[in-house]
């Protein structure tokens, strides 16, 4: 069975995961930040996870909800353990929140051909690119005190570009076309 790893189970990665629960695939999410009471405003987690980590608490729900069973890793993604944790994938979903991760998972699976999906929200969460690795190029980070994705208030939003995210990546599965989005509250443009 195929492995798709979704590194990043919060605003964007959750909600992928909910939208990507009934594929014919293994699932293996990746975290190591922990469920805190903001992120059930913005995030498919719930009270229930509070205090635990997310690709552990998302998992337990998932099997709660849905009877999924997913592997979960409780640990960030560095150059010391990228091909652990990423290098028996069949697509990579990289939904991490800045642009560290997000180098070293593309420079691990560009040149080792593991097709790679990057999705991409603004601090205001109000804007989001969905782009393969091939054509990625990850943006500097905010300014501080800029705008963050946790009231809830985008919560809509978060969940279109969930539901994008998880029908490019499912697109690819089933015929391997990989197209690129951008989406932002007020329009979906194809590129």
């Not at 919060?10 to 190591?32: C, E, P, T």
């Not at 939003?157 to 990989?178: D, H, P, R, S, Y």
Request: hydrophobic content about 40%; glycine content about 10%; aromatic content about 6%.
């Amino acid at each position: 069975m195929k492995t798709v790893t979704i590194v990043g189970v919060g605003a964007l990665g959750s909600h992928v995961m909910l939208f990507a629960r009934n594929w014919k695939v293994g699932f293996h999410l990746i975290d190591f930040d922990k469920v805190e009471q903001k992120n059930t405003q913005a995030q498919f987690h719930s009270r229930m996870g509070l205090r635990q980590n997310k690709a552990q608490a998302l998992a337990k729900g998932l099997l709660g909800l849905y009877g999924l069973k997913v592997r979960a890793t409780t640990h960030k993604v560095t150059t010391d353990n990228v091909e652990a944790l990423l290098g028996n994938s069949a697509l990579v979903i990289d939904c991490t929140d800045n642009i560290a991760a997000r180098k070293v998972i593309q420079d691990f699976c560009k040149p080792n051909d593991i097709p790679c999906l990057h999705g991409c929200l603004s601090g205001g969460g109000d804007f989001a690119r969905i782009v393969w690795t091939d054509a990625f190029v990850a943006d500097p980070e905010g300014e501080e005190g800029e705008a963050t994705c946790e009231d809830g208030e985008q919560l809509p939003f978060f969940g279109m570009a969930g539901g994008l995210i998880a029908a490019v990546a499912q697109e690819f599965l089933e015929t391997g076309n990989k197209r690129n989005r951008m989406i932002n509250t007020g329009a979906l443009l194809k590129l």
